[in-house]
């Protein structure tokens, strides 16, 4: 770096030490190296106290006015570990020229991984199987943690981006019979086969038709509780809803209505709103809602590489390069 005087840099979640270890060289820090989260309040006491240069942060973290004008103009850069940034107030960063580095196209295999293995979960009951250990062969009913199966289902993808593709893939060895898609555009497929199995349907034709819905589109003003009554009044009532994307897409009142009072069979979350959800929260009393705690992109290899995204888009916004992977704001 051109400059004697090094940037600081505040880190609000634990990383692993060889990221730590790079960053340090160049930047002054202030990182905690523990796994017990820094509250809203701790946040803003350590900006006031030490105003950093740029802020490495993951999407628990709410960027918004307060925390912007809490650090005051010395503020340079964001940099933030991950794809999403609805977390981020970014009208407010745009107005006050701060750019934000973050990190796409690393989330496609993890996802699209997890998202198997929840539909897997849901639809099989295997939560329900764990706690049920000690009932084991108390019931002689022969239908006992029965699931619903995947051979020659149809299954609904609601954005068939990069991940809803490469989830659609994975569920292809599972003797699916079709696919049906809704999204802003219809997806062009080389070949006959993935023309024959890929259908491109109104959003309401694909919640009828449907066995499995999975959500894999992005939350905006036009997907924010799409699933709400009415959606959920067009699904087969034993049609099971996936959700790997965000938890605004869903209207979690509406969703609760619709699993206790049977409009659909069951529901698998990784993402919820709040996050995470309060203990005492309604949908965690349901054995048909299988949640896990937004584990989508927890792969070693996809978290490496979110990590050294972050350091370069911080190496190279402070040498006055331009980063690997900036928001445009414009856009967002």
């Known amino acids: 770096m051109a400059s004697t005087i090094r940037p600081r840099l505040f880190i609000t979640q634990q990383m692993p030490s060889q990221f730590i270890h790079a960053l340090e060289r160049v930047f ?30 993951a999407s ?3 960027i918004d006015k307060e925390l912007l004008s809490a650090v005051g103009d010395k503020l340079k850069m964001l940099a933030t570990f991950s794809v999403g940034y609805d977390h981020i107030d970014v009208k407010e960063c745009q107005k006050r020229g701060i750019p934000i580095g973050y990190t796409p196209g690393v989330l496609t295999d993890a996802t699209a991984d997890l998202a198997v293995a929840l539909l897997l979960a849901t639809a099989r009951r295997i939560t329900e199987a764990v706690r049920a250990n000690g009932e084991w062969g108390t019931s002689c009913d022969v239908m006992w ?52 199995f890929f259908k491109y349907v109104p959003f309401a034709e694909l919640l009828g038709e449907s066995d499995f819905v999975i959500i894999a589109c992005e939350l905006n003003e036009y997907t924010k509780n799409m699933f709400n009554k009415n959606a959920f009044e067009q699904m087969k009532n034993d049609a099971i809803l996936i959700n790997i994307a965000r938890g605004g897409i869903i209207d979690q009142d509406a969703l609760y209505d619709a699993l206790t009072n049977g409009l659909i069979g069951a529901a698998g979350l990784d993402v919820t709103v709040p996050e995470p959800l309060p203990t005492e929260h309604r949908l965690l009393t349901l054995e048909n809602c299988t949640i896990f705690p937004h584990i989508g992109s927890a792969d070693v290899s996809a978290r490496h590489q979110m990590a050294q995204i972050c350091v370069d888009n911080l190496f190279n916004f402070f040498s006055a390069k331009p980063m690997v992977h900036q928001l445009k704001l414009g856009d967002a």
Not at 28 to 49: K, M, V
Not at 146 to 163: H, S, Y
Request: charged share 25%; hydrophobic share 40%.
């Open 28 to 57: 002054e820090l202030d990182y905690q190296d523990t796994p017990t989260p820094l509250s809203p309040e701790q946040i803003l006491f350590r900006i006031r106290a030490h105003p950093p240069d740029a802020i490495l942060f």
């Open 60 to 62: 628990k973290i709410k």
């Open 145 to 196: 943690m029965c699931g619903k199966p995947l051979t020659n289902a149809t299954v609904g993808i609601v954005g068939l981006g990069r991940i809803g593709l490469a989830i659609a893939r994975r569920l292809q060895p599972f003797s699916i019979q079709r696919v049906l898609y809704s999204g802003t555009r219809e997806k062009y497929f080389d070949s006959n086969a993935d023309k024959a």
